[in-house]
């Protein structure tokens, strides 16, 4: 009996919270104090409802808000300097001048929506897997009215077809993977692949300025499925590194391809001989940038910090 009380007082708790009018009554009492409270416990508030987002160097944005949402948790409650602030720092540099940007693994769309606001006659792609947050990227976009971004729901691979995606918690989770083992799946879910060289095909894209990869662990596999992209056009690229799960692998891939490999960091850009993942998880993207776009290494150089 205790038992079942105990399980209807923490869901009608739980119905409550996410009702609006008692969310921000909630969040207004809280939000004096979110200095003083660990961001772990922050996150675990769950916040409905919409937030402005500002971001230097773009319009603001606007993201819905739906429950547990790491990224958005930490834009609410720490600002946009809380979520890779190290690469956000850097976008509006890389954007300039950007006609196509490929969004892979773009969760709501923070890059996306704030790529597409900056230039409504820039094409973004974004790429979502799971299908609840896709449909809040799709939210955000109808929110910002941005005719410009397009919305894949599909995960992007070496291979076309289908595969099994884990989904390591309830809420709005930032870290599914195709890689089987790398998390342990609260449910698991099957999902359409392409690759970035079959997209754009299908697509009729001419040319893709700028790539953000975001897929836990798996791309290398990205961009062996694009490798006919990345001879063809040289794009700039934003990937994650997780060290020791991707390196060696990223580095097998881009062997003989014109880039130049950068750690971004909160202090600037170390240029590196070889893709090497911060074994501290502090930094986790590193920033490829062909040799044959002098002018962006040149509008990049005040990030440079050394050669190593």
Known sequence: MLVRLARRLRLTVKWLI?????????RLVIRPFRRLI?????????????????????????LEIRGLDDVTGLL??????????????????????????LDVGAHVGLYSLLAAAENPRRNVYAFEPVPEIASILRRNREINQLANLHIEVSAVSDRVG???LA?????????????????DPHRLIRVP????????????????????????????DVLVGGGRLLDRDEPAIICEVLAGHTDSQLN??????????????????????????????????????????????????EYVLSDT
């Open 252 to 301: 097998a891939v881009l062997e003989g391809k014109r880039y130049i490999y950068f750690l971004i960091t909160a202090d600037g850009l170390i240029r590196e001989s070889r893709i090497r993942g911060d074994t501290t998880y502090r930094y986790r993207d590193y920033l490829l940038v062909p040799t044959s776009r002098p002018s962006l290494l040149d509008a990049l150089g």
């Open 76 to 101: 609410y409650w720490r600002g946009h300097r809380a979520y890779e602030p190290e690469v956000l720092n850097i976008l509006p540099t890389l954007v300039r001048g950007c006609d196509t940007f």
């Open 38 to 62: 660990p961001i772990r416990t922050l996150l675990r508030i769950p916040l409905v409802g919409k937030l402005s987002v500002s971001v230097p160097g773009f319009p603001d944005i606007w």
């Open 167 to 183: 989904i390591p918690y309830e809420g709005v989770p930032t870290s599914s993977s195709l890689r089987k083992g790398f998390r």
């Open 193 to 220: 692949t392409v690759t970035l060289d079959q997209f754009a095909e299908s697509r009729g894209i001419a040319r893709v300025d700028l790539v953000k990869i975001d897929t836990e662990t798996t791309e290398p």
């Open 18 to 26: 996410y009702r609006g009018p008692v969310n921000r009554a909630l």
């Open 162 to 164: 289908e595969a099994e």
